[in-house]
């Protein structure tokens, strides 16, 4: 019996993890295709096709791909070591109140999807992208140390509710092309890694506090 209801308890846990998350987000996970690898879909949707062993079906494989996911809601889990893209804003010690900065470049293998095409690379070559910013207030017995930890070492997972539109290209530095996929974000939840508490919310182009 207690293996049994460990068993169960196991098959529970990542149930109400997913249903722990704000409710306004959760509604958009539900209504989203779950995406497996990022690297892959970027990898199929983006069908640069280059090189002598290129299959020859493979531009006509990635338009379908394409026709098939353009316009398609999709939810993806960025987990703590892979959430590079996060960053510590500001904190109040005042009331506990903080930012958090979100760089909406989501790399997958040799390309990207960001939130918007981006227009420019700076000096090393990297596409330039404008942080979206979530605030919120952290509990008690937090300071400003504890924060920029979670940071630092990878303590903070994010979800992310996203359309794909398009592919884009910029000239890659020594020559070439980089390329991406332009998506509508929106919304991407934070939360604590370690505890899944809430963090921050970003939602239908803006921040989105409790």
Known sequence: MNRFLAAAFALLVPTLALADVDSRFAKLRDESEPLGALGAFLEKYVGECDGAFVDPQCKANAEAFRKKYTGKRLYMIITEDDATMLSAG??????NDYT??????????????????????DAQGNPVMN???????APDGWNGGVFSRLFSTRGVRAQVVFTPQSV???PKKGGGKVYGVNARVEAIVLTEGRSGGHMGLWLNGKDAPK
């Open 131 to 137: 942080y979206l910013t979530v605030s919120g207030t």
């Open 90 to 95: 500001d904190y109040n010690p005042g009331n």
């Open 100 to 121: 958090i900065n979100i760089t909406p470049f989501f790399g997958g293998g040799k390309y990207a999807l960001t939130h918007g095409a981006p227009k420019k690379t």
């Open 168 to 170: 884009w290209s910029l």
